[in-house]
């Protein structure tokens, strides 16, 4: 009866301040969230509950100006659509809402309260981390790309120093991420300065190996030669390449030694499951 009147009570309060603070209806907030998403995937209904109160939320949420700036940068470069506000009022209504069931956890079973205060806080920092996280990956992925990149600049430099035009044959072969990238670059290039461009592109990235890049893109603008420092920037790649790599085959020993250890006791096993069926057999003859 307590479990059955505390859900009824908790219903009963979210479709009272749904109306108080008008929120949008269910099929509403998933055709907003399916509309602010790159992907193809369809929105769950949990995340478009979410996403209406973390809009309400963010209007009554303060910012420092700088921090909002610094997390504007962040979402955009990592492809994220919301405003810093309703990043920070998300993050807070997912643990939110792991916080409020601490209130029929203390009615059934008390033990249990930290737990959820605990789960809650982590929740918090992990939604916060979010933009960082993709923004991360993404770095990466483009990064894996750059040597190629390099190689590709220091060819083309021998024989044309038009920089919107190496860029734009290179997006055609180019990762998805890193397309993408490009393919906002060259149409900032062509609106306004190549200069400013490219700055706006090190921005957004924020990647120590592109800067190395841009500065040299910036130079062969400037009027610069160009083509000995990316040939020394393209040896000074292959060897970040090749570190990465290695760094790749050492995580491989340790994975393989783990199912080699699982192989290891399979076959003991069948060894011990054969010697233990022929001592019960033969104590069964003598028997």
């Given at each position: 009866?307590?479990?059955?009147?505390?859900?009824?009570?908790?219903?009963?309060?979210?479709?009272?301040?749904?109306?108080?603070?008008?929120?949008?209806?269910?099929?509403?907030?998933?055709?907003?969230?399916?509309?602010?998403?790159?992907?193809?995937?369809?929105?769950?209904?949990?995340?478009?509950?979410?996403?209406?109160?973390?809009?309400?939320?963010?209007?009554?949420?303060?910012?420092?100006?700088?921090?909002?700036?610094?997390?504007l940068?962040?979402?955009?470069?990592?492809?994220?659509?919301?405003?810093?506000?309703?990043?920070?009022?998300?993050?807070?209504?997912?643990?939110?809402?792991?916080?409020l069931?601490?209130?029929?956890?203390?009615?059934?079973?008390?033990?249990?309260?930290?737990?959820?205060?605990?789960?809650?806080?982590?929740?918090?920092?992990?939604?916060?981390?979010?933009?960082?996280?993709?923004?991360l990956?993404?770095?990466?992925?483009?990064?894996?790309?750059?040597?190629?990149?390099?190689?590709?600049?220091?060819?083309?430099?021998?024989?044309?120093?038009?920089?919107?035009?190496?860029?734009?044959?290179?997006?055609?072969?180019?990762?998805?991420?890193?397309?993408?990238?490009?393919?906002?670059?060259?149409?900032?290039?062509r609106?306004?300065?190549?200069?400013?461009?490219?700055?706006?592109?090190?921005?957004?990235?924020?990647?120590?190996?592109?800067?190395?890049?841009?500065?040299?893109?910036?130079?062969?603008?400037?009027?610069?030669?160009?083509?000995?420092?990316?040939?020394?920037?393209?040896?000074?790649?292959?060897?970040?390449?090749?570190?990465?790599l290695?760094?790749?085959?050492?995580?491989?020993?340790?994975?393989?030694?783990?199912?080699?250890?699982m192989?290891?006791?399979?076959?003991l096993?069948?060894?011990?499951?054969?010697i233990?069926?022929?001592?019960?057999?033969?104590?069964?003859?003598?028997?």
């Amino acid at each position: 009866m307590m479990i059955l009147f505390g859900s009824l009570f908790a219903v009963g309060l979210f479709f009272i301040f749904a109306d108080i603070l008008k929120l949008p209806s269910l099929a509403t907030g998933k055709a907003m969230l399916s509309a602010t998403k790159q992907s193809r995937e369809k929105s769950k209904n949990m995340d478009a509950l979410i996403n209406g109160w973390a809009v309400r939320l963010a209007k009554f949420l303060p910012m420092d100006e700088y921090k909002r700036i610094r997390l504007l940068n962040t979402l955009s470069a990592a492809g994220m659509k919301e405003t810093p506000e309703e990043f920070m009022a998300n993050a807070i209504v997912k643990s939110g809402f792991i916080v409020l069931a601490v209130v029929p956890a203390l009615l059934i079973f008390p033990l249990i309260a930290p737990v959820l205060l605990f789960l809650a806080v982590i929740i918090y920092f992990k939604e916060i981390r979010k933009a960082d996280e993709k923004l991360l990956a993404k770095r990466e992925k483009i990064e894996v790309e750059l040597p190629r990149f390099v190689a590709t600049i220091t060819q083309e430099l021998k024989a044309s120093r038009d920089v919107l035009s190496i860029l734009e044959n290179f997006k055609k072969n180019a990762g998805e991420d890193f397309a993408k990238e490009l393919d906002i670059l060259t149409a900032d290039m062509r609106s306004s300065s190549y200069e400013a461009a490219l700055t706006r592109f090190e921005a957004r990235i924020n990647s120590s190996m592109l800067s190395d890049i841009v500065r040299g893109l910036i130079g062969v603008l400037r009027g610069d030669d160009g083509a000995m420092y990316f040939q020394m920037l393209s040896h000074d790649m292959k060897q970040l390449e090749l570190q990465r790599l290695k760094a790749q085959a050492m995580k491989i020993p340790s994975r393989i030694r783990v199912f080699s250890f699982m192989m290891l006791i399979c076959f003991l096993m069948t060894y011990i499951v054969i010697i233990v069926y022929e001592i019960i057999r033969s104590l069964g003859g003598m028997l």
